[in-house]
């Protein structure tokens, strides 16, 4: 019996039940499609915060307030005016409904 065959023979079967193991693993666990996890790509590269000096805070503060205060950041107005109705206007609409209806109770009766 050659004793670097049988070495040789259990090596090879060892490697085929690994490999075999690996397959049963892979069926168990469902595969992922497409981008990886977001806890994968945070691993992968360190997330950098970026810092403000304190300098540049009070200038994007002043900005800010300037433009406030200039009302650019203030709600736009409508466009168009809200148009009102004098007294005697509504008072024209109000007859000519009350016409209508009163039209409209006649053919009822």
Do not use: Y
Not at 3 to 9: F, P, T, W, Y
Not at 60 to 78: D, T, V
């Amino acid at each position: 019996m050659n004793l670097q065959r049988i070495v040789a023979e259990l090596k090879a079967e060892r490697d085929q039940i690994d490999h075999a193991i690996a397959a049963l693993n892979g069926l168990s666990t469902p595969r992922r499609r497409g981008r990886p996890p977001k806890a994968v790509q945070a691993s992968a590269r360190p997330k950098r915060r970026r810092r403000m000096s304190a300098a540049a805070r009070r200038k994007l503060s002043r900005l800010l307030k300037q433009r406030w205060a200039q009302g650019k950041m203030k709600r736009a107005k409508a466009s168009k005016p809200v148009r009102k109705m004098s007294r005697a206007a509504r008072k024209k609409i109000a007859a000519a409904q009350r016409a209508r209806w009163a039209k409209v109770r006649a053919q009822q009766k």
